[in-house]
């Protein structure tokens, strides 16, 4: 009698947009028999799109319907509340994910932040942006920490979306952001804000911003205000050597520096070629020194910044630093410090067996949501050439039983798809009556209150 062969059973770690692409393209092979279980941290899925990208984009948000669509499918299991990691950090390791999965796909991002490491980084006042956004977007983690928005100038180091983001968020008027899934108690702070203007300044030029066009070009809509641009910041550009986008943007910032839109009560400077050197003040930032460079280009055509010599002080109580994320380590996997990512081959981790990366851990902080689907979509590739060469086998074993079993014991306060259900439905639910997409839940207990109680009663 023929023995049924086993499903192949992967453990996906981090719920974000790679982890949900790597989950969808397992499940979307017809002829495989596959069964993902998808460990998250925290109580709630979606990662990035919940905690990362901004309220007031709701359209980028939409994605998560895409999410929940995978996640509705038998094959697929949700754990939340789940810390994988060594001894006391975590409720599971990483060697019993091995032992009881085929393959685990590690989806976990980059939860740090980069630093200037100039004097006076250190001074209260002088804050992550990556903290900023995870307090305003109510990731449990950062819900405590306090914002003093009582100066009027804030300034915003780094010149990519994540600058925008905060940029805008500070300078949105209090009634568009009530519209928005902003985390309430950021919603409290911001409507009692005294900043009049948020100085965003890039290390290089104009041509060299990070940015991406519609997220420059929308400023004076959500602001309610014009943008300052100097112009002679973005005359005299050789616009042959810039990329598309470059150039685009580039347009964008000539019309704000012609334009004489007022400004409205809050609104943005863009400043060019000024890095950060100091920050100054009597137990808490109130100067920013910038120097000022020149640009230099390679016979690459890359364009460098260099020191002047020349410096600037600007009055602030506020500096953002938002000069990019950083990967954090994993217990016994490889590590490259210097990029903060996971070495790995097209998505195979060097040096391990049926261990595998996607999104931010893998290539770095780089790229809008899309673009991770296609980068999951290389790594299951490769997983799936891994089974076919007979490199990853099928243990002979379902977990679907014991693993449950297992967790509960780890954690009781797990929180399954159902829970999360629960939490979705009640965050929806409080949004309504206020036209807002939900009321975020931003403590873990409030979380597991609704997760756990409700699940338990319905039993
Ligand atoms: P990013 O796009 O890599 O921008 C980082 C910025 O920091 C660059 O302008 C960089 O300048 C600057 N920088 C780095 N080190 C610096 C230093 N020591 N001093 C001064 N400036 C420094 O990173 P991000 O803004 O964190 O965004 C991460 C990714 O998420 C990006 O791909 C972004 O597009 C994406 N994202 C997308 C959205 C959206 O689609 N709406 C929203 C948020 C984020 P140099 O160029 O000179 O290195």
Same mark, same amino acid.
């Given at each position: 009698?023929?023995?049924?062969?086993?499903?192949?059973? &992967?453990?996906?770690?981090?719920?974000?947009?790679?982890?949900?692409?790597?989950?969808?393209?397992?499940?979307?092979?017809?002829?495989?028999?596959?069964?993902?279980?998808?460990?998250?941290?925290?109580?709630?899925? #979606? =990662?990035?799109?919940?905690?990362?990208?901004?309220?007031?984009?709701?359209?980028?948000?939409?994605?998560?319907?895409?999410?929940?669509?995978?996640?509705?499918?038998?094959?697929?299991?949700?754990?939340?509340?789940?810390?994988?990691?060594?001894?006391?950090?975590?409720?599971?390791?990483?060697?019993?994910?091995?032992?009881?999965?085929?393959?685990?796909?590690?989806?976990?991002?980059?939860?740090?932040?980069?630093?200037?490491?100039?004097?006076?980084?250190?001074?209260?006042?002088?804050?992550?942006?990556?903290?900023?956004?995870?307090?305003?977007?109510?990731?449990?983690?950062?819900?405590?920490?306090?914002?003093?928005?009582? /100066?009027?100038?804030?300034? &915003?180091?780094?010149?990519?979306?994540?600058?925008?983001?905060?940029?805008?968020?500070?300078?949105?008027?209090?009634?568009?952001?009530?519209?928005?899934?902003?985390?309430?108690?950021?919603?409290?702070?911001?409507?009692?804000?005294?900043?009049?203007?948020?100085?965003?300044?890039?290390?290089?030029?104009?041509?060299?911003?990070?940015?991406?066009?519609?997220?420059?070009?929308?400023?004076?809509?959500?602001?309610?205000?014009?943008?300052?641009?100097?112009?002679?910041?973005?005359?005299?550009?050789?616009?042959?050597?810039?990329?598309? &986008?470059?150039?685009?943007?580039?347009?964008?910032?000539?019309?704000?520096?012609?334009?004489?839109?007022?400004?409205?009560?809050?609104?943005?400077?863009?400043?060019?070629?000024?890095?950060?050197?100091?920050?100054?003040?009597?137990?808490?930032?109130?100067?920013?020194?910038?120097?000022?460079?020149?640009?230099?280009?390679?016979?690459? =055509? #890359?364009?460098?910044?260099?020191?002047?010599?020349?410096?600037?002080?600007?009055?602030?109580?506020?500096?953002?630093?938002?000069?990019?994320?950083? =990967?954090?380590?994993?217990?016994?996997?490889?590590?490259?410090?210097?990029?903060?990512?996971?070495?790995?081959?097209?998505?195979? &981790?060097?040096?391990?067996?049926?261990?595998?990366?996607?999104?931010?851990?893998?290539?770095?902080?780089?790229?809008?949501?899309?673009?991770?689907?296609?980068?999951?979509?290389?790594?299951?590739?490769?997983?799936?050439?891994?089974?076919?060469? =007979?490199?990853?086998?099928?243990?002979?074993?379902?977990?679907?039983?014991?693993?449950?079993? #297992?967790?509960?014991?780890?954690?009781?306060?797990?929180?399954?798809?159902?829970?999360?259900?629960?939490?979705?439905?009640?965050?929806?639910?409080?949004?309504?009556?206020?036209?807002?997409?939900?009321?975020?839940? /931003?403590?873990?207990?409030?979380?597991?209150?609704?997760?756990?109680?409700?699940?338990?009663?319905?039993?």
């Amino acid at each position: 009698m023929a023995v049924a062969e086993a499903p192949l059973t &992967v453990a996906i770690i981090g719920s974000g947009p790679s982890g949900f692409y790597a989950a969808g393209a397992l499940l979307d092979n017809p002829d495989l028999d596959v069964r993902v279980d998808m460990f998250e941290r925290l109580a709630t899925p #979606w =990662g990035l799109v919940r905690f990362g990208v901004a309220p007031d984009h709701p359209k980028i948000k939409s994605v998560s319907s895409v999410y929940a669509k995978i996640a509705a499918q038998e094959s697929f299991r949700f754990f939340g509340n789940v810390e994988v990691g060594g001894g006391i950090s975590g409720d599971i390791t990483r060697d019993e994910l091995t032992e009881r999965y085929d393959a685990v796909i590690y989806a976990v991002g980059t939860q740090g932040d980069r630093k200037l490491g100039i004097p006076g980084e250190e001074l209260p006042g002088s804050v992550a942006a990556v903290d900023f956004v995870g307090w305003y977007n109510g990731h449990p983690d950062y819900a405590d920490l306090t914002f003093d928005l009582s /100066c009027e100038r804030a300034v &915003v180091i780094g010149n990519g979306n994540v600058a925008l983001d905060v940029a805008r968020i500070l300078c949105s008027p209090h009634d568009r952001l009530a519209k928005t899934d902003i985390a309430d108690h950021a919603l409290e702070v911001l409507r009692d804000s005294k900043i009049t203007e948020v100085l965003v300044v890039g290390r290089r030029g104009a041509g060299q911003a990070a940015f991406t066009t519609p997220e420059l070009k929308e400023l004076p809509e959500y602001t309610e205000s014009g943008v300052d641009v100097a112009p002679e910041q973005v005359a005299d550009i050789d616009e042959d050597s810039l990329s598309k &986008v470059a150039k685009r943007n580039l347009g964008v910032m000539r019309v704000y520096a012609d334009s004489d839109t007022e400004y409205g009560q809050r609104h943005i400077t863009l400043r060019f070629q000024r890095s950060p050197v100091e920050l100054r003040g009597d137990g808490r930032v109130e100067e920013l020194v910038l120097g000022h460079n020149e640009l230099r280009t390679a016979e690459d =055509g #890359w364009v460098s910044a260099h020191d002047t010599g020349a410096r600037e002080t600007v009055r602030t109580g506020l500096v953002l630093r938002a000069v990019g994320y950083k =990967g954090i380590a994993i217990d016994g996997l490889p590590f490259d410090e210097r990029r903060g990512v996971i070495p790995n081959e097209l998505g195979r &981790v060097v040096g391990a067996e049926r261990e595998y990366v996607v999104g931010w851990i893998k290539r770095g902080p780089t790229g809008i949501i899309g673009t991770n689907r296609k980068d999951s979509v290389e790594t299951v590739t490769q997983l799936l050439a891994d089974l076919a060469s =007979g490199k990853l086998r099928r243990h002979d074993r379902d977990g679907s039983v014991d693993i449950e079993d #297992w967790l509960a014991e780890r954690q009781p306060d797990l929180v399954t798809e159902q829970g999360w259900q629960l939490i979705d439905a009640a965050e929806r639910t409080a949004g309504e009556p206020h036209g807002r997409p939900r009321v975020k839940l /931003c403590r873990t207990d409030a979380l597991l209150d609704i997760a756990l109680n409700r699940t338990r009663a319905d039993v």
